[in-house]
């Protein structure tokens, strides 16, 4: 009888945890900038991400990044969570994550950004990209990473890492940039003749024998299968738009340069109504600033620029509502309805940053983002 009665007093306070924590609230409605408490309550730690949608269930992948309380840098790497509403998402747990080995260039003290997923139909297999840099180089190694599994959450296999397109040409390069000789040493940097010169291909000439630079970016898959990687490149001038093979663990070598020395990044690219979207940023380091919209026709068309898609006050408008774009996701179920996924950056502790989550409008057949504090799915029509 005694030690029955001693067994329910300690229980009582782990069953009153229990059942605390088994009855979190269930998240309504998307609330942009503010905590977003997964199945467990706590924010969710996946930035700079993506979301592909297979079986019925999306499955958002993106930077894990280490709390204030967690040392262990070998806890780093890639984020899973699920969800089937795209509002209360379950932590799948590390998909991908740091090799605790020095031999290894994903070891600790790497950096992994802006991780995408895809499904390859024809291998069965779901392959992730990242941007890698190397411990120690701060962004100087502007690598891409790929990484491979069998199943969606995991765990994946790293392969390698590189920078593409080595000893290959773009495809929209004019035979005279190729023989241009002038270098950036040559030149005053940010003076005009070197804008010009970056426009006509100084960096991508440094970098033609060791591959092409890829720091942010996201990777599109059009409507025949075709992925296509999308980094920015020469110094963060210029994006690449670089065709993958057809199992999507390699490059082709077709690419092409996209709006030469505009200086964007996080590149985000979406498919309606018989054209291509992209929303990208300036480049300000973790700062927000004003996003850009660029179109086309082709996915290997001519991109242009065609303004600011934000739609709030002058002040919200320059910093793109306080994000970074990271991906246009589609919603399931619905036609044309798209979900605006950026990041509000929090880089005194990465964990923290924000998720900036804002239905796609539409406004002369280009889509616009306003500010919605609190909004849910029936936005989208
Ligand atoms: C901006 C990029 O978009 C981020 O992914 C990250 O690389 C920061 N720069 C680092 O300053």
Not at 196 to 214: C, H, K, P, T, W
Not at 264 to 270: Q, R, T
Not at 299 to 310: A, D, L, Q, R, T
Request: charged letters at 25%.
């Amino acid at each position: 009888m005694r030690n029955h009665n001693k067994r329910s007093i300690i229980s009582l306070p782990i069953l009153f945890f229990c059942i605390i924590a088994n009855c979190q609230d269930l998240n309504h409605s998307f609330k942009p900038g503010q905590i977003w408490p997964d199945t467990q309550g706590k924010h969710i730690n996946a930035h700079g991400g993506g979301i592909i949608y297979f079986n019925d269930t999306y499955y958002w992948f993106g930077e894990y990044r280490l709390t204030r309380l967690e040392k262990d840098k070998s806890r780093y790497g890639v984020s899973c969570y699920s969800s089937k509403d795209l509002l209360n998402w379950k932590n799948e747990g590390l998909a991908l994550k740091v090799i605790n080995d020095t031999a290894s260039i994903l070891n600790p003290g790497c950096v992994i950004e802006r991780p995408k997923v895809i499904y390859n139909k024809k291998t069965g297999k779901f392959v992730m990209w990242f941007h890698h840099e190397l411990k120690g180089q701060g962004y100087k190694a502007a690598l891409t990473g790929v990484a491979v599994s069998n199943n969606i959450t995991g765990p994946y296999k790293y392969i390698r890492s590189l920078r593409p397109n080595a000893g290959v040409w773009p495809l929209n390069f004019p035979e005279e940039y190729k023989k241009a000789t002038v270098k950036d040493s040559d030149l005053k940097n940010g003076s005009d003749e070197w804008k010009l010169a970056v426009r006509e291909g100084l960096f991508i000439r440094r970098d033609f024998e060791g591959g092409q630079m890829a720091r942010d970016m996201t990777i599109f898959v059009d409507k025949d299968g075709k992925a296509y990687h999308v980094h920015a490149a020469e110094e963060n001038m210029t994006l690449h738009f670089s065709e993958l093979t057809d199992d999507y663990l390699d490059f082709t070598g077709r690419y092409i340069r996209v709006l030469p020395g505009e200086s964007n990044e996080a590149p985000a690219i979406f498919f309606s109504k018989g054209r291509y979207f992209m929303f990208t940023s300036g480049t300000t380091g973790w700062k927000p600033n004003a996003a850009r919209l660029a179109v086309a026709n082709k996915i290997f068309g001519e991109w242009k620029s065609v303004g600011n898609p934000c739609r709030g006050t002058e002040d919200e408008n320059k910093i793109a509502f306080g994000s970074q774009s990271t991906q246009i996701l589609p919603v399931n179920g619905k036609k044309n309805a798209f979900i605006y996924m950026g990041d509000r950056w929090i880089p005194e502790n990465l964990a923290d940053s924000r998720h900036i989550w804002l239905p796609v409008e539409w406004e002369n057949g280009n889509p616009v983002i306003k500010w919605y504090p609190n909004w849910n799915l029936s936005k989208l029509k």
